[in-house]
């Protein structure tokens, strides 16, 4: 079937230009090889390109919800952050609101316990000044009769005598009172 | 060395002939493409074997890489309806592209003919897919327009424009081969007539070829295979599009 291999003095070597059999035969590589890679060699290769493309999309779609995901968790942040910020700006009011309270309270408690305590101390020393003033009132008789005895260079009646001064000490209590008053008022 | 002398020395379709059911056939541009094929069959089982929908290997990447931007140029062009030329044009990328890498592989010894040529240096090749490719678009714009729609595209936009629609598609094919074949064809003619350089030349003789060799492996090779691609991804759409 094959034979005769020629050389380059071929009478075909001069038409070169011209499609000899090996036009058939090359169409038929060809066509085979055209089969051969429509049917062996593209569709497990179309197969594993889809099936990288469907990866790289999921990966993709998967990196965009994480995306999403995290902007969502900033803003949750955030607007927990400001429920916060209000939280303790509204306690520290509260907190401001108490402290005028409590100081108003201890002012006036403050006030009142000043009051309460110089209304005590002026009512004590009115007792220590009337107390005191007896005292003296009492001791004045003594020294006025001891006094008069002198001057008169005799003897008085003690329990006569006594009589007028304590009626004397007690006018004159009675107009200290009343000057007292004046002052006290 | 005169240019007769260099056209002397330059081989023009010079190749292994033999004989098969008493047609002739050229061997040397039959193991290339047996061996072209045989790669990307290979390349295409390991592929099958390894591909993941995870972290892809490096043949994997190459191969997601290609069959990507022939997707996106067919949803560019066609939309979603065009899916269908993303295998044809795919593999025109892939058998291309490895055939012209064939040109690169030291395989040519003095006296010799060169075992593993590249297959789209010879017209063989670049014709059958060319042709191909446009009974196809022939055959899908019957099929997705209707014969009078199809037969209608060539008297547009009037009567008068039918013997320029007529050379149009005629040279859609020839246009398609040839110009695969011819920069290939070129590639190989520029191998030959570096190594018949002279010796005393400022950069040695393989280092001449070498650097050929990068270019046209590089730029030539990948570049053919794509514009192939390409204008059979924008025939497609012509045919889809009913020429509308």
């Known amino acids: 079937m094959l034979g005769n291999l020629g050389v380059a003095d071929h009478p075909a070597a001069s038409l070169f230009l011209l499609p000899n059999f090996t036009f058939i035969l090359e169409l038929i590589a060809f066509l085979l090889v055209l089969g051969f890679i429509a049917k062996w060699v593209l569709p497990p290769l179309r197969k594993a390109m889809a099936a990288r493309e469907a ?108 009589a007028l001064v304590d009626e004397a000490i007690a006018a004159a209590r009675t107009s200290g009172d009343g000057q007292g008053g004046e002052a006290g008022a | 060395m005169t240019p007769s002398l260099l056209a002397i020395s330059v081989p023009v379709g010079d190749h292994i002939y033999g004989k098969l059911f008493g047609f002739t056939i050229n061997i040397d541009d039959l193991v290339s493409v ?37 997707e996106n140029q067919v949803r560019s062009t066609m939309g979603e309806r065009g899916l269908f030329v993303v295998p044809l044009a795919v593999t025109l990328f892939l058998f291309i592209l490895i055939s012209n890498w064939l040109e690169m592989f030291p395989t040519t010894y003095p006296g010799h003919h060169q075992i593993l040529p590249a297959p789209t240096g010879d017209i063989n090749l670049p014709a059958a897919m060319a042709i191909l490719v446009i009974v196809l678009v022939h055959v899908t714009w019957i099929a997705k327009s209707g ?89 497609f759409d012509a045919a889809v599009a009913g020429g509308h």
């Open chain 1, 55 to 162: 990866q790289i999309r999921g990966a993709i779609e998967a990196a965009e919800d994480a995306r999403r995901e995290a902007a969502e968790t900033v803003a949750r942040r955030r607007e927990a952050l400001e429920a916060a910020r209000a939280e303790a700006r509204q306690i520290v009011d509260q907190a401001n609101e108490m402290a005028d309270q409590l100081r108003e309270e201890g002012r006036r408690r403050g006030q009142e316990e000043y009051e309460r305590l110089m209304a005590a101390a002026r009512s004590e020393i009115e007792l220590e000044r009337q107390r005191a003033r007896d005292e003296v009132m009492s001791d004045l008789g003594d020294l006025v009769l001891r006094a008069a005895e002198r001057v008169i260079g005799s003897g008085l009646d003690d329990s006569r005598h006594r």
């Open chain 2, 34 to 70: 047996g061996v072209a094929g045989l790669v990307i069959v290979a390349l295409g089982l390991v592929l099958r074997a390894k591909a993941t929908a995870g972290v892809p290997g490096k043949l994997q990447l190459a191969f997601e890489t290609i069959v990507g931007a022939v």
């Open chain 2, 147 to 235: 014969f009078k729609s199809y037969i209608g595209h060539y008297f547009k936009p009037n009567l008068a424009f039918f013997p320029i629609n007529l050379v149009e598609e005629i040279a859609k094919p020839l246009t398609l081969a040839l110009r695969l074949f011819g920069n290939i064809f070129a590639g190989s003619i520029m191998l030959v007539l570096i190594a018949d350089l002279p010796a005393k030349l400022v950069l040695p003789i393989p280092v001449l070829d070498f650097v050929w060799k990068l270019f046209d492996g590089l730029f030539v090779g990948p570049v053919q295979a794509f514009i192939f691609s390409l204008l059979t991804i924008l025939y």
